[in-house]
């Protein structure tokens, strides 16, 4: 199983950058297809964006295309979010798993514990 933890995230003002980064240990990093995910308060966790395992292929939510793009580096098992254009409604905590199935399909035993992103107006 992989051990996931994000970091990088923190306030920001509306039209700011962050950089969002999940370092991965345990099983090989480089044989699985990643992605982000997010949770607002009171709402239910929505997929953000997929990168295969590659790094070749990549995948966005309607609402970030454009303005997050999702990376890798497989020599350093991490994986990265670079979100800019922050806008208020992207506050979230995120969160990077592993997907089982392309490009949406979280696998559900293996989550970090998030990183807040929080965008003030």
């Known amino acids: 199983q992989v051990q996931l933890v994000e970091s990088g995230g923190g306030l920001v003002q509306a039209g700011g950058s962050l950089r969002l980064s999940c370092a991965a240990s345990g099983r090989t990093f480089s044989r699985y297809n990643m992605g982000w995910f997010r949770q607002a308060p009171g709402k239910e966790r929505m997929f953000v964006a997929a990168i295969s395992s590659s790094g070749v292929s990549t995948y966005y939510a309607d609402s970030v295309k454009g303005r997050f793009t999702i990376s890798r580096d497989n020599g350093k098992s991490t994986l990265y979010l670079q979100m800019n254009s922050l806008k208020p409604e992207d506050t979230a905590t995120y969160y990077c798993?592993?997907?089982?199935?392309?490009?949406?399909?979280?696998?559900?035993?293996?989550w970090g514990q998030g990183t807040q992103v929080t965008v003030s107006s």
């Open positions: 798993v592993v997907l089982k199935g392309w490009p949406r399909e979280a696998d559900l035993t293996a």
